[in-house]
């Protein structure tokens, strides 16, 4: 599959984005959906990810109770909705896919990536 993602910005903390990511090519319908992030000088980090029938999410703790991944099989996007940011969230953020049904929190095992979308968070 190809992955696009989209809807990085510049916002001021407590603000809020919505990231999408399309994916084209083969169906998206079984892949697991994930979404990293990348700040300069950091390793990339899992942020969430989905099961292809978005029966079950992840996220990482710092994460949690602010950010919701959350899929559109019919639509075949993949979306990152972000509230409360703050500057710890600055970085590029990749959409991802992988087929299976476990959601890995490791880069490593994702085969397919989207390009990158910055998103910058002011104080």
């Known amino acids: 599959v190809q992955l696009q993602a989209s809807g990085g910005g510049l916002v001021q903390a407590g603000g809020s984005l919505r990231l999408s990511c399309a994916v084209s090519?083969?169906?998206?319908?079984?892949?697991?959906g994930s979404w990293f992030r990348q700040a300069p000088g950091k390793g990339r980090e899992f942020v969430a990810g989905?099961?292809?029938?978005?029966?079950?999410?992840n996220y990482r703790d710092s994460v949690k109770g602010r950010f919701t991944i959350s899929r559109d099989n019919a639509k075949k996007t993949l979306y990152l909705h972000m509230n409360n940011l703050t500057s710890e969230d600055t970085a590029v953020y990749y959409c991802?896919?992988?087929?299976?049904?476990?959601?890995?929190?490791?880069?490593?095992?994702?085969?397919?990536w989207g390009q990158g979308t910055q998103i910058t968070v002011s104080s």
């Open positions: 991802a896919a992988d087929w299976g049904e476990r959601i890995s929190p490791s880069w490593k095992v994702y085969n397919s």
């Open positions: 090519g083969r169906t998206f319908r079984r892949y697991i």
């Open positions: 989905i099961t292809w029938d978005a029966g079950r999410t």
